[in-house]
C-alpha cells in the first residue's frame, strides 16, 4: 500500500487517495499524460528540497541574523 502525504496536491497522489476510497476515474489516465505526472512531481519534489533547505537550514537563518 503507497502511503501519500496529506499536503501532496499532485495529480497521481489525488489518483492514489481516490483509488483508496474506491473512487477512482479512470477516464483520468487518459486525459493526462505519463509526461505531465512526471514533470509535476519533479517540481513538488524540488520545491520540497528548497524549502527544506532554505527554512530548514540553521546556518541559513544564523547568517541573516548577523
Known amino acids: ?3 501519500v502525504h496529506k499536503q501532496n ?3 497521481l497522489a489525488e489518483l492514489i487517495r481516490d ?3 474506491g473512487r477512482c ?3 483520468f489516465l487518459k486525459r493526462v499524460s ?3 505526472l512526471l514533470v509535476e ?3 513538488d519534489k ?3 528540497d528548497y524549502v527544506h533547505a532554505f527554512l ?3 546556518e541559513i537563518l544564523k547568517r541573516t541574523d548577523e
Request: charged fraction near 25%; aromatic fraction near 8%; glycine fraction near 8%.
Open 9 to 11: 496536491v499532485t495529480k
Open 1 to 3: 500500500m503507497l502511503q
Open 25 to 27: 476515474d479512470p477516464l
Open 41 to 43: 512531481i519533479g517540481i
Open 46 to 48: 524540488l520545491f520540497r
Open 56 to 58: 530548514g537550514d540553521d
Open 19 to 21: 483509488s483508496y476510497k
Open 34 to 36: 505519463s509526461l505531465t
